[in-house]
């Protein structure tokens, strides 16, 4: 007796069902199979492989069968008797499977006229399903052989995929009546599902069909446009412009679907419609912008530096800052590094060395001027819904430049301000993150643009108004006030070439001498930049200009006389140092924005009740420096605290008109009051910047290169600073550190103790 496991086959008694040769022999054993040979078929519970099956695999339920017949193609037909009940089941190590089986009862309740009916209209129902296909002939054949119900199953089985509980459900039913209602419902649902979805798959031909028709039509209308297009070129209507740019633009998917719905609105709107003009604008912007991501090229680094050295004189760690960042980009072959923060008072070269970078790297260069934006939209673009919409001054400055890499300085970054339409600085942290920008996007475009390639370039004039989170996301680089021997170079080498360009004046009719430079440097401009300079040296060529058209073949010599009888701006005023020591008076260093300036503390004692009177317009900070350095002073001196009570103090710093604040001024006040209480005069050549604590310590201020050098100006020779600043001196210009004595100092007592008091 052969046992054959089946799964997902209907099994039913009285019916032929036809298996593959390979199967019965698997099922033997090797033993071979035989026209004649019983065969019990069982069902399997799980789709396991025939050697992993065991007891618990099959279903308690069979049918008994005989091969019939084995044909020429590899098939034998096994024809099913009565079902049996499966009393044990073993599996054998060779994988065979032994069964004691005993026959399976069932109740005959249908009428064979129900039968006939059933099948006759069952063949219908399955006559009518093929009639839509090309083997409906093979099928109307087939059907005619089909005497019952039970043989209708074993013929669609194979296709029918039933599930194997479902089976077994069918065959263990003893009700030869509800068995049949049973085999119609999954027969007829069967053949429901098949009418669907053959249903579905010819609507998705049809649609196929549709579109590949369409697709072709369309194929065949751009040839014949295109021919048209160039045997008129100048009839080339604005869709078929825009329809051919957004093809060769290289967009992204987004981008490129967005853009081809506003193109089917404008084609649909028409030329005469309202909405016309801003579809043409949108259009127009998008297809300007260059998407193809530019290929890294290499910098050769000399030769950047070279052109980094012809633009800009001096400005040495900046350079050697961007030549490191050139090099990243060298051997990672794209945009890579930090954002740069340019820091320094105007005129220092913050935004002109922006065009030499450009230069250097052989990239577009685009300036966006920030200064007084408050509107986010100015950022991000106004959003297509509004009238008069438009993009961001990033996306405007990428779309001017043509290229999707310029070098793009954000100019004025700490002036931005923010209003009820939002912060432009919090709009610009998107821009400004490497790890966001990427995927940057404009409200008026509504897609992402690749921002990553872009180099951006920041500058400020100080950073106190940058919103924290945006200074994170950029390294500060200061630029520093020139001194005078490098304004000197600046203004030969740059500055007046330059202006005599402009008025059209050659070196042959006109020679500035450097003392006359060196005297519009010094008293002419009070600045950390060239800026005043340049408008300066542009002011006196623009005066002898007068003198070189009467004479042009005449040269003239401008010396530092000729600058004093031809310039009427009234020279600048610098404090310099006392010619006098006077107690109570100490020199301090200040920083302000345009560079660094000396300032005097002057303190006084005069008869009153103890009151402290601050004069100069000093602010909350230094106000708070003026009490610590009183307190101070009555710790180090206790046997002149009655001079605070008896006497009110004055302290003021001139000049009154100009406010002043800032966390530097406390070793200053400190060493005035101490020069006041003792009576002891402090030398004018000396200088000393620094804050106080309330136990003496000096601690840590900015700006200490302008400082010294606005010390140098005023002919200090000596300058106290803090000790915790001593690393800030590798910033300092090394002609300000030949002629000035710096003292570093961590305590107010070491100041005091050098200078005798």
């Known amino acids: 007796m052969l046992v054959v496991p089946v799964r997902d086959m209907l099994l039913v008694p009285g019916a032929t069902y036809y298996f593959q040769m390979e199967q019965l022999q698997k099922a033997s054993g090797g033993n071979g199979v035989a026209v004649g040979q019983k065969v019990i078929l069982i069902i ?42 499966l009393d044990t089941i073993a599996v054998n190590r060779d994988h065979s499977i032994h069964l004691t089986i005993s026959r399976r009862s069932e109740i005959n309740d249908l009428d064979s006229a129900v039968e006939q009916e059933k099948l006759k209209n069952l063949i219908q129902e399955i006559r009518a399903f093929a009639s839509g296909y090309e083997w409906k002939d093979m099928a109307e054949q087939y059907l005619g052989q089909l005497d019952s119900i039970n043989a209708v199953v074993a013929g669609l089985s194979p296709w029918m995929k039933t599930d194997n509980a479902e089976c077994y459900a069918i065959l263990a039913e003893d009700s030869v009546a509800k068995r049949t209602e049973m085999i119609e419902k999954v027969l007829y649902d069967y053949l429901e599902v098949g009418r669907i979805t053959n249903e579905a798959v010819s609507s998705q031909q049809k649609e196929t069909q549709k579109m590949y028709r369409e697709s072709a039509i369309k194929r065949q209308m751009e040839y014949l446009q295109r021919e048209l297009d ?81 633009d800009h004189y001096g400005l040495g760690k900046v350079k050697d800052r961007i030549i490191q960042q050139i090099a990243v980009m060298n051997l990672k072959k794209q945009q890579s590094g930090s954002i740069l923060l340019f820091v320094g008072a105007p005129g220092t070269g913050k935004t002109s060395i922006g065009k030499s970078i450009a230069r250097a790297l052989d990239r577009e260069y685009v300036r966006v001027s920030l200064g007084g934006v408050h509107d986010e939209s100015d950022i991000r673009g106004h959003r297509r819904t509004y009238i008069g919409a438009m993009p961001g001054r990033i996306m405007d400055g990428i779309q001017k430049s043509g290229v999707s890499n310029p070098v793009m300085v954000l100019d004025e970054v700490d002036k931005l301000s923010a209003s009820y339409n939002g912060s432009p600085a919090s709009a610009l942290l998107e821009v400004l993150d490497p790890e966001q920008n990427s995927t940057f996007t404009d409200h008026y475009m509504n897609v992402p643009y690749d921002l990553s390639n872009v180099l951006f370039i920041c500058t400020a004039n100080a950073t106190d108004t940058i919103p ?110 006392l010619a006098e020591p006077k107690a109570g008076v100490v020199t301090g260093l200040a920083w302000t924005p345009v560079g660094g300036e000396i300032l005097y503390i002057e303190t006084l004692l005069t008869k009153g009740k103890g009151e402290l009177i601050i004069t100069g317009q000093l602010g909350d900070v230094m106000k708070e420096s003026a009490k610590i350095a009183v307190s101070l002073v009555k710790t180090l001196y206790p046997d002149k605290a009655e001079l605070f009570n008896e006497n009110d103090l004055h302290i003021h710093v001139p000049a009154g ?3 002043k604040d800032g966390p530097s001024a406390g070793i200053a006040l400190t060493t005035a009051l101490s020069s006041l209480v003792t009576a002891k005069s402090v030398a004018p050549h000396i200088a000393m910047t620094g804050e106080v604590s309330l136990r003496g310590a000096v601690t840590a201020i900015g700006g200490l290169p302008e400082k010294l050098m606005a010390a140098q100006r005023a002919g200090i020779t000596k300058v106290f600073i803090p000790k915790e600043n001593v690393h800030d001196l590798k910033e300092v210009a090394q002609e300000v550190k030949e002629k000035i004595e710096i003292v570093p100092v961590s305590e107010v007592r070491e100041v005091l103790a050098q200078i005798g008091i």
């Open 44 to 85: 399997a519970k799980k789709n396991e492989k025939y050697e992993e099956m065991t007891e618990e695999s099959f279903y308690p339920v069979g049918v008994a069968g005989t091969v019939t017949e084995i044909n020429q193609q590899g098939y034998a037909a096994v024809r099913t008797g009565y079902r049996v009940n």
């Open 657 to 659: 008109a100009v406010p």
């Open 230 to 310: 160039e045997m008129h070129p100048e009839n080339v209507t604005d869709v078929q412009k825009f329809s051919k740019k957004i093809a060769e633009s290289g967009m992204n998917e987004t981008a490129r679907k967005e853009a081809e719905k506003v193109l089917n609105r404008l084609r649909q709107e028409g030329k005469e419609s309202v909405e016309a003009g801003i579809l043409y604008d949108y259009l127009d912007f998008v297809t300007s912008l260059s998407w193809k991501k530019e290929n890294a090229e290499y910098i050769d680094l000399e030769d950047a530096r070279k052109i980094l050295d012809e």
């Open 468 to 577: 924290e989170p945006l200074l994170n996301r950029m390294e500060v680089i200061p630029f520093n006030g020139y001194t005078p021997a490098e304004k000197l170079c600046i203004a030969r080498e740059h500055l007046v070439p330059k202006s005599m360009e402009d008025m059209g004046i050659s070196r042959e009719q006109l020679e500035i001498r450097d003392d006359a430079l060196k005297l519009l440097i010094s008293d002419y401009t009070m600045e950390a930049g060239v800026r005043g300079l340049r408008k300066h040296i542009d002011t006196l060529c623009r005066i002898l200009a007068v003198k070189v058209s009467s004479k042009p073949e005449e040269k003239f010599l401008v010396t530092e006389e000729t600058v004093r009888q031809e310039m009427e701006t009234r020279p600048i005023h610098h404090d310099t140092v």
